[in-house]
T-cell receptor, first 114, second 113 residues
């Protein structure tokens, strides 16, 4: 099946630093999504990207849908302690009019040192 | 409506027992999904319903797994004859048709001992 390569696997940063993580795929997607997951909880949608080349912001978060449709990155500016968690990229491919299944990366564990 | 609700949050069962999980989606959402997440991995697709119809099942969903969504409302996921390899977080999500990026529930963490 499709595989998403997400990097880095983990990051340990100081509060106030900027963070960047990315995701690459062996095949194209129509939609890229970025989720955050806190321990013991389900993933929460942060940003959705619908068009190749699209750059979208949500507060301190910025994400881009790669031109090749095979990659995406997420930046977090001026990190704060509550940014701690696991960040997942997910790709979605429309097929025959259906647009349901998400393929997830393995996640980036972010630790922010106050 | 406070989002997608899953019950129980945690379940410990002995190998060989049957377990059933429940998911209550956001009321106006017609699509419902089940995913499984093991430690250190992202969620993996199990199955998907549009209203009451189960439209796709992953190869991960062995014959011991069955999911239902009677009347297109809540859904149940049953695992028969549980095995230690079934230990995972089982996530439910829902969405409206044509809307990307589902809303996930908090999950049911299953531990098979």
């Amino acid at each position: 099946g499709q595989q998403l390569n997400q990097s880095p696997q983990s990051m340990f940063i100081q509060e106030g630093e900027d963070v960047s993580m990315n995701c690459t795929s062996s095949s194209i997607f129509n939609t890229w999504l970025w989720y955050k997951q806190d321990p013991g909880e389900g993933p929460v949608l942060l940003i959705a990207l619908y068009k190749a080349g699209e750059l979208t912001s949500n507060g301190r978060l910025t994400a881009q849908f790669g031109i090749t449709r095979k990659d995406s990155f997420l930046n977090i500016s001026a990190s704060i302690p509550s940014d701690v968690g696991i960040y997942f990229c997910a790709g979605q491919l429309q097929s025959g009019g259906s647009n349901y299944k998400l393929t997830f990366g393995k996640g980036t564990l972010l630790t922010v040192n106050p | 409506d406070t989002g997608v609700s899953q019950d129980p949050r945690h379940k410990i069962t002995k190998r060989g027992q049957n377990v059933t999980f429940r998911c209550d989606p956001i009321s106006e959402h017609n699509r419902l999904y089940w995913y499984r997440q093991t430690l250190g991995q992202g969620p993996e697709f199990l199955t998907y319903f549009q209203n009451e119809a189960q439209l796709e099942k992953s190869r991960l969903l062995s014959d011991r797994f069955s999911a239902e969504r009677p009347k297109g409302s809540f859904s149940t996921l049953e695992i028969q004859r549980t095995e230690q390899g079934d230990s995972a977080m089982y996530l439910c999500a829902s969405s409206l048709a044509g809307i990307y990026g589902y809303t996930f529930g908090s999950g049911t963490r299953l531990t098979v001992v």
